[in-house]
């Protein structure tokens, strides 16, 4: 399986932009780029995911390289409440048994939002 | 809003004793999933269901099992728990072709 890299931590201040971003070297054409966090003491949630092209929604944006080996997720404005382990995962295209495979995360991006 | 919710979100038992842990959606959701989550080895699937009496192992079924009766419920047994049990376990649903699960709070289990 295709793997992803993402640093350990980071921090930022609240109500600034944070870009956390995510290398996967070995992306193959049927994989797209997955992004969930999971908030203290609570279960992951899915943030965005995208294939080719930049994806925006009402809590973040993805930016794909053009090469597609790195992408960065991006928090307009970070608020206490984003403060969560951040994940960047590949899954293959939905369609092709997508919705029935189970998620591997790594260890992710702790993401500390300083007040 | 949709909802996965866990019958509890900690639980101790001790060596031996069977165990269930009961999850509930209620988004007619097809698949369903059970993870545990270990510090240092992130999310692992234990095992999944894509429709109702139906079943699939994931990466660490060993010492599990499951039952789907019902499309909205799907329940984790350990049969005789152990110690090496001790974990956090999650549970998720998805649609037949969604790319987003939704997962429940998750249950902290402690097997002493």
């Known amino acids: 399986d295709a793997k992803t890299t993402q640093p350990n931590s980071m921090e930022s201040n609240e109500e600034e932009p944070v870009h956390l971003p995510c290398n996967h070297s070995?992306?193959?054409?049927?994989?797209?780029i997955h992004w969930y966090r999971q908030l203290p003491s609570q279960g992951p949630e899915y943030v965005i995911h995208?294939?080719?092209s930049n994806v925006n929604n009402r809590m973040a944006s993805l930016a794909i390289a053009e090469d597609r080996k790195s992408s960065t997720l991006i928090l307009h404005r970070a608020t206490l409440r984003d403060a969560a382990v951040y994940y960047c995962?590949?899954?293959?295209?939905?369609?092709?048994?997508?919705?029935?495979?189970?998620?591997?995360f790594g260890k992710g991006t702790h993401l500390i939002i300083q007040p | 809003d949709v909802k996965v919710t866990q019958s509890s979100r900690y639980l101790v038992k001790r060596t031996g004793e069977k165990v269930f842990l009961e999850c509930v959606q209620d988004?007619?959701?097809?698949?369903m999933f059970w993870y545990r989550q270990d510090p240092g080895l992130g999310l692992r699937l234990i095992y999944f269901?894509?429709?109702?009496?139906?079943?699939e192992k994931g990466d660490i079924p060993e010492g599990y099992s499951v039952s789907r009766e019902k499309k909205e419920r799907f329940s984790l047994i350990l049969e005789s728990a152990s110690t090496n049990q001790t974990s956090m376990y999650l549970c998720?649903?998805?649609?037949?072709?969604?790319?987003?699960?939704?997962f429940g709070p998750g249950t902290r289990l402690t097997v002493t």
């Open positions: 995962i590949l899954r293959v295209l939905v369609g092709s048994g997508g919705g029935a495979d189970g998620l591997t």
């Open positions: 070995t992306i193959s054409g049927t994989d797209y």
């Open positions: 995208g294939l080719t």
């Open positions: 988004m007619d959701h097809e698949n």
């Open positions: 269901s894509y429709d109702v009496k139906m079943k």
């Open positions: 998720a649903s998805a649609g037949a072709s969604s790319y987003e699960q939704y």
